[in-house]
T-cell receptor
């Protein structure tokens, strides 16, 4: 039972364009969402988070949007840079689950020159 | 230290051997988590400590897995009688947030365990 889903295993975009990574969740108890970026042989690196009381959070080139009614969130990266090429994981935590994170399976982003 | 550190980075074990994986969290972080990441998957929760107390071990796959954090800082994940299905990357994360409070978890580089 996959409570956090990233349905696109891979995404390719051109440098300078917008990258949009999507994530869906099924557990209505989730109230805090995070995006992590992972390079090979390294641990996940925190990018940006959003609480369920908000619908948007922005940090530099990264913006996360949350649509609670659709149980959907997305990460926008603009402009995309070659160094953004990595695997991106969506994660969620919530009431009743303590602080543990439930992760999606990741989306491999490739930013091409 | 500046971040979460884990050792060893790589471990090869023969089936049936015991292994111990170490995690040094960010100084002052109350919460410590262990996750297991199989190839091509996202990390999956194993266990959680607040200071020295193990508050949740619901993700430990069997009684061969044991974790401790005796002084509320360094943690060790021990796997007894390793099996091939234990091969994975074991990630440690720490957070300033205490139980019940949402907080960002910061991850170490992981220990890649291969059981032959």
């Amino acid at each position: 039972d996959q409570q956090v889903k990233q349905n696109s295993p891979s995404l390719s975009v051109q440098e300078g364009r917008i990258s949009i990574l999507n994530c869906d969740y099924t557990n209505s108890m989730f109230d805090y969402f995070l995006w992590y970026k992972k390079y090979p042989a390294e641990g996940p690196t925190f990018l940006i988070s959003i609480s369920s009381i908000k619908d948007k959070n922005e940090d530099g080139r990264f913006t996360v949007f949350l649509n609670k009614s659709a149980k959907h969130l997305s990460l926008h990266i603009v402009p995309s840079q070659p160094g953004d090429s990595a695997v991106y994981f969506c994660a969620a935590s919530g009431r009743g689950g303590g602080n543990k994170l439930t992760f999606g399976t990741g989306t491999q982003l490739k930013v091409e020159l | 230290g500046a971040g979460v550190s884990q050792s060893p980075r790589y471990k090869v074990a023969k089936r049936g051997q015991d292994v111990a994986l170490r995690c040094d969290p960010i100084s002052g972080h109350v919460s410590l988590f262990w996750y297991q990441q199989a190839l091509g998957q996202g990390p999956e929760f194993l266990t959680y400590f607040q200071n020295e107390a193990q508050l949740d071990k619901s993700g430990l796959p069997s009684d061969r897995f044991f974790a401790e954090r005796p002084e509320g800082s360094v943690s060790t994940l021990k796997i007894q009688r390793t099996q091939q299905e234990d091969s994975a990357v074991y990630l440690c994360a720490s957070s300033l947030a205490a139980a019940g409070a949402a907080g960002t978890q910061y991850f170490g580089p992981g220990t890649r365990l291969l059981v032959l």
